[in-house]
Every structure is written in C-alpha cells, then in structure tokens.
C-alpha cells in the first residue's frame, strides 16, 4: 500500500516561485518512478515531471527549464521547484506513483499564479 500527500501550493505571482512536496508512505518508495501531474479546469490531467528509481527526470516542454523534480529516498519524499510561474502553471498539482500495473495518487495541492 502507498500514500502520498501532498503539500506547498498556494496562490503566486506571475514570475514568482513555488516549491510543492509529496510524502510517501510504504517500502517500495526507493524503487518506484516519481511523478508530479496536474489538472487544469476544464482539462485533462497531464504529466508535468518525472523521476525514475536512479534519478533519471523527465520534463514537460512547457516547463523545462522552470521546473525541477527531486527526491529523497531517506525521506520518501519528492519535490517539485517551480520558477518563473506562469499563469497557465495554475492547476491542482498532483503526486503519483505506478506499483504493480495501479497508480496511486494523492490528494492534490492547488497552485494559482494570479497578479
């Protein structure tokens, strides 16, 4: 069993910066790939990063260079840095692992950059 929650949303300026944490629960957390989606009003669910077992990443194109996924595997948890904000990064940002062909999410933290 796994369970992630999620934590650090809130409301930004535009170019303002945000870093959002997920904590995980269970064994297997070391072993898994990481991911961070979100889900925007209107539509659909979309992933934003990745981070493999062996730190291998991932990105999005619409946020290379602004966005930085990490982990500790000590701690069971991975971060999503978010720079430059953008008000079209507002979404409810969601943590998700995939373990034996089920994913797993958590409760999502909402991310708004607004002036």
């Known amino acids: 069993q796994v369970q992630l929650v999620e934590s650090g949303g809130g409301l930004v300026q535009p170019g303002g910066s945000l870093r959002l944490s997920c904590a995980a629960s269970g064994s297997i957390f070391s072993s898994v790939t990481m991911g961070w989606y979100r889900q925007a009003p209107g539509k659909q669910r979309e992933l934003v990063a990745s981070?493999?077992?062996?730190?291998?990443?991932y990105y999005r194109d619409s946020v290379k260079g602004r966005f930085t996924i990490s982990r500790d595997n000590a701690k069971k948890m991975v971060y999503l840095q978010m720079n430059s904000l953008k008000p079209e990064d507002t979404a409810v940002y969601y943590c998700n692992t995939r373990y034996l062909a089920r994913d797993y999410w958590g409760q999502g933290t909402q991310v708004t950059v607004s002036s």
């Open positions: 981070i493999s077992s062996g730190g291998s990443t």
